[in-house]
């Protein structure tokens, strides 16, 4: 069986801190884990939950992955953006243009996210978060939609976007050209290998469309670190 997206991890300096304020941004609820990781929930069982994972090490460069939140209204939008600046959230200059509808912010660790204007067809339908909008190769969007087995619902001029069969969030791919690696992305992807399914055999299947083993391979706490064809860092939990 194939892996499943569990959740969009954020290398967190204050953990518990950063949860609070994507909770209060976004409405989402905590849940209970261990001690040295912190996950908010969504509010369908099916998408994917954030998880907050300590790390000391410095934010280096814009990130490679961000959030674009959706609005239902220019009201909507004001009252996310107003909302995420009382919890800590800040404005910052990435280029973007005076006449561009979206915000751009930062959240208390600063990493950045945007809240598009209402209206955005391509975003349509997709929930708050409604999408991952990543730095990428369109070899790693593919890379994605066979890992995923979640379908193509954009695939123009070498920019990607997939998007689970079930709907909701968004994951898109920019194309050429893709910034240079800093060091280890703040945000990184983590799968789930269903209880049932053979985990080598899984392990297999990702490496046989393009993933590598990464360095630290096999961490204390049961997750295998691997390499998307872009080396992006992603995890994989499951059954041992």
Not at 56 to 63: A, F, I, W, Y
Not at 69 to 87: F, G, H, I, K
Not at 113 to 131: K, M, Q, R, S
């Amino acid at each position: 069986m194939t892996s499943r997206l569990f959740a969009i991890c954020f290398n967190a300096t204050r953990p518990s801190g950063l949860a609070r304020f994507w909770s209060g941004v976004l409405g989402w609820e905590p849940a209970d884990g261990p001690d040295d990781e912190v996950a908010i929930l969504p509010p369908d069982p099916a998408g994917f939950r954030i998880l907050f994972l300590p790390s000391r090490e410095p934010k280096t460069g814009q990130n490679r992955a961000h959030f674009d939140l959706t609005s239902t209204s220019p009201e909507d939008q004001r009252r996310t953006v107003a909302r995420a600046l009382e919890l800590g959230g800040q404005h910052i200059d990435v280029g973007q243009l005076p006449e561009e509808g979206h915000v751009v912010l930062a959240d208390p660790d600063g990493n950045e996210f945007c809240v598009i204007e209402a209206g955005n067809n391509f975003l349509a339908d997709t929930g708050t978060i409604g999408a991952l909008a990543c730095d990428g190769t369109q070899q790693v969007g593919y890379f994605w939609s066979e890992a995923l087995r979640w379908p193509l619902v954009w695939d123009q001029d070498q920019e990607t976007a997939i998007q689970s069969p079930n709907g909701g969030t968004k994951i898109t791919w920019g194309g050429p050209p893709v910034a240079p690696k800093t060091g280890p992305n703040r945000l990184h992807f983590e799968l789930a290998i269903p209880a049932d399914a053979d985990r080598a055999a899984e392990i297999d299947r990702l490496i046989s469309l393009g993933a590598k083993r990464a360095d630290a391979g096999e961490t204390g706490d049961g997750r295998l670190l691997l390499l998307d064809p872009d080396g992006n860092e992603f995890s994989v939990r499951g059954p041992r």
